[in-house]
């Protein structure tokens, strides 16, 4: 079983930047893939970034050049790296990670943009 606990969302000014984290109850090196995802009001959760274990990445058209996804094996972290923060970027940010064969979530962190 797999504990993934977001942080670092909040209130931030369009342009803004923030880090999220996802800290793992285990080894984040056996979840793979892991990857931030992210569900505005009204609207069905979306993929934002996801990191495997060969160290790709992929992103949301929507968020490329913008934000950067990455991890920190020793600390079990997984980071979204969010900079030129849009209103649109507001929404739940959620951590998942799929492992021997079950996808989990955290709880979410909220992200709010707005001046």
Same mark, same amino acid.
């Given at each position: ?5 977001? #942080?670092?969302?909040? +209130? ?23 990857? =931030? $995802? ?40 997984? $980071? +979204?790296?969010?900079? #030129? ?7 739940? $940010? ?10 989990? =979530? ?10």
């Amino acid at each position: 079983q797999v504990q993934l606990v977001e #942080s670092g969302g909040g +209130l931030v000014q369009p342009g803004g930047s923030l880090r999220l984290s996802c800290a793992a109850s285990r080894s984040i090196f056996s979840i793979n893939p892991m990857g =931030w $995802y992210r569900q505005a009001p009204g609207k069905q959760r979306e993929l934002v970034a996801v990191y495997t274990n060969v160290g790709s990445t992929s992103y949301a058209d929507s968020v490329k050049g913008r934000f950067t996804i990455s991890r920190n094996v020793a600390k079990n972290t997984l $980071y +979204l790296q969010m900079n #030129s923060l849009k209103p649109e970027d507001t929404a739940v $940010y959620y951590c998942n990670g799929f492992y021997r064969g079950v996808d989990y =979530w955290g709880q979410g962190t909220q992200v709010t943009v707005s001046s």
